[in-house]
């Protein structure tokens, strides 16, 4: 049945006339970066291939994009020992960017990477922190298997003195303090633009409750991530302190989620509202520190774009990565509050997906990314917080360029609302072919409300 609906809408598509696109001349400003390649510092912490990156740069420059994002990697920059610290090649990046008159986007990348869709190289957390988990491999989240995840470190060690006497938030601020300290002139002339703050894999704030390591496939809904002895601990004890000692246990089979499920019962929301409050309560701790460490820059925080299963009633691969969003309850307000406490953006991805297009892959999944889309914004908005976004996979098309471009300028917003930034992602050589470049050159001028001369708008 759900295949003959789409075969039905796709021919529906087909016959109906392209509608002309709409015309951004003379709409707000919003500033487009471009993501640099992962791989562009090696881990003896050198820039990669300097002479190609600086031409490509002088390319971007010419399409008058605004700046380039770049991850600072915890595990190149702190890689041998606590608190000693390298920073030389991003120090010589740095300087390439401000001679070209670019922005700086920065990233405080605290988590592994490797194993994702889109890494294409491997950059694990610092050594002597593996050094400690190969004796205490609590120091890392864990589902229900016991299988443990390295991409980084489990928010139950936030307060704990497990890192060579330090708890893990002291040694994520002693990393920020750092950085700010060692480039302190890029700060005062205005090249560091932005600092976004890693909270969690991908740098998003998030639990990693989809890992491909460990076999997870599109449109899995993931597994729970709290069963090292840190949450463990935390849990039993919220547990007890709600007089059901019980409870102190994490959810015990996919019957869960099902409508009807225990998801809704008084154990299934008592468990939801903690696993969801420790995520909230890891944000809230590290980006207290981060605006003592970068007083008076501009600060983000991700969010994933976690749309598959958003048309179920219990929003399943959602609850797993932390976001307690089921159909009765808004768990995106929360965290825009929390954000607005600390005055910090929320940069959320995929505003270049269409709902139909996942029907058409993966009508098992229910997903809905343009709904998704749309709550997540009014959140932040509602909260009076910036909104930034990027998008969740390549894009070299029109089509999902003026998905974007409707997403950052809505039409007819009573409030002129609009996207603070967006930075693309990223720079690769596919970008770089010619018909490519044309169409994101394009895409740029239209962010930045500039007229276009192949306009077919309205």
């Not at 330090?166 to 601020?173: G, K, P, S, W």
């Not at 932005?194 to 491909?212: D, K, Q």
């Not at 999902?400 to 050589?429: C, M, Q, W």
């Amino acid at each position: 049945m759900i295949q003959w609906i789409i075969l039905a809408m796709s021919r529906l598509e087909m016959c109906v006339p392209k509608v002309p696109e709409r015309d951004f001349t003379g709409t707000a400003y919003v500033p487009v970066y471009v993501m640099l390649p992962l791989g562009v510092i090696d881990m003896n912490c050198e820039l990669v291939d300097p002479e190609d990156l600086l031409n490509q740069l002088r390319i971007l420059k010419s399409a008058n994009v605004d700046g380039v994002m770049i991850d600072c990697w915890w595990g190149i920059v702190e890689a041998h020992a606590p608190q000693v610290y390298k920073w030389s090649g991003y120090r010589r990046l740095f300087q390439m960017v401000r001679d070209l008159k670019l922005k700086l986007q920065v990233v405080m990348s605290m988590h592994e990477c490797g194993g994702n869709v889109g890494d294409d190289v491997h950059i694990p957390l610092p050594h002597w922190v593996t050094e400690i988990g190969e004796t205490n491999l609590d120091i890392y989240f864990t589902d229900r298997e016991g299988r443990r995840n390295t991409e980084c470190l489990t928010w139950g060690i936030d307060k704990e003195r497990v890192l060579k006497r330090r708890t893990a938030v002291e040694v994520y601020f002693d990393y920020m303090r750092s950085f700010r300290v060692e480039f302190d002139e890029f700060f005062q002339d205005g090249i560091i633009s932005e600092i976004e703050i890693g909270l969690g894999p991908c740098g998003e704030l998030r639990y990693p409750s989809y890992p491909a390591k460990h076999g997870w496939k599109y449109p899995g809904i993931g597994e729970f991530q709290c069963y090292d002895k840190y949450l463990m601990k935390s849990l039993s004890k919220a547990a007890e302190l709600r007089g059901h000692s019980f409870w102190g246990r994490g959810p015990e089979n996919a019957g869960f989620f099902r409508d009807g499920g225990d998801y809704d019962s008084y154990y299934g929301r008592f468990f939801l509202n903690w696993y969801s409050q420790v995520l909230i309560d890891h944000g809230d701790r590290v980006l207290a520190l981060a605006n003592l460490a970068f007083e008076g820059t501009c600060i983000s925080a991700k969010l994933s774009g976690i749309h598959w299963w958003y048309k179920t009633a219990s929003h399943a691969a959602e609850l797993t990565a932390g976001f307690y969003n089921s159909s009765n309850r808004d768990g995106y307000a929360p965290i825009a509050a929390m954000l607005r406490k600390h005055g910090v953006a929320l940069n959320f991805t995929c505003f270049e997906m269409r709902t139909l297009d996942q029907y058409e892959g993966f009508p098992e999944a229910l997903a809905d990314p343009e709904g998704l889309v749309w709550q997540v914004l009014n959140a932040a908005w509602d909260a009076c917080i910036p909104l930034a976004s990027e998008n969740a996979l390549p894009c070299y098309d029109r089509e999902g360029y003026s998905k974007i471009l409707e997403n950052a300028k809505p039409l007819h917003n009573p409030d002129g609302r609009h996207l603070s930034v967006f930075t693309y992602l990223r720079l690769s050589p596919v970008l770089m072919e010619r018909h490519n470049f044309q169409e994101f050159e394009r895409f740029v001028k239209r962010m930045h409300g500039e007229a276009v001369s192949d306009s077919n708008a309205i």
